[in-house]
């Protein structure tokens, strides 16, 4: 039983859903996060030759005021990676403290893997 409008572009796959008289909200964004050109010790430390060991950077998404009234469902994927060839990729990217505000996105490193820049997409859901 559908009350009102459902509009779908693409697949829908619903199992064991119960909604009713909820409103779920959507933000997205693409976020380029450049190690390379920084000056910023923070985010030299990626690229920097000769690191080894874990190295991580965060960075800060707000959502706009009111999107959220309580702390969504956040997903971050990574859509672009710049590493020098001449050492291991490794890399992972997370979504962390997230609120009805915001959330971090957390890149990290390790052994002696150079990161010049990422690229992070991600699609926040909730109420």
Same mark, same amino acid.
């Given at each position: ?67 959220? $009234? &309580?702390?969504?469902?956040?997903? #971050?994927?990574?859509? =672009?990676?710049?590493?020098?060839? @001449?050492?291991? *990729? ?9 609120? $009805? &505000?915001?959330?971090?996105?957390? #890149?990290?490193?390790? =052994?002696?893997?150079?990161?010049? @820049?990422?690229? *992070? ?7």
């Amino acid at each position: 039983d559908l009350n009102g409008n459902l509009l779908v572009s693409g697949s829908l796959l619903l199992d064991n859903i119960n909604v009713k008289n909820m409103r779920i909200n959507l933000a997205q964004g693409y976020e380029s996060i450049i190690f390379w050109n920084s000056t910023d010790s923070e985010r030299t430390k990626m690229y920097k030759p000769g690191a080894v060991g874990g190295r991580t950077f965060t960075q800060q998404v707000s959502f706009k005021p009111g999107k959220f $009234a &309580s702390a969504p469902q956040v997903v #971050v994927s990574l859509a =672009g990676l710049d590493t020098d060839k @001449g050492f291991n *990729v490794r890399t992972t990217i997370n979504a962390e403290s997230i609120s $009805a &505000s915001g959330f971090s996105i957390k #890149v990290a490193t390790w =052994g002696d893997s150079l990161v010049y @820049g990422v690229v *992070v997409s991600w699609i926040a859901f909730g109420v």
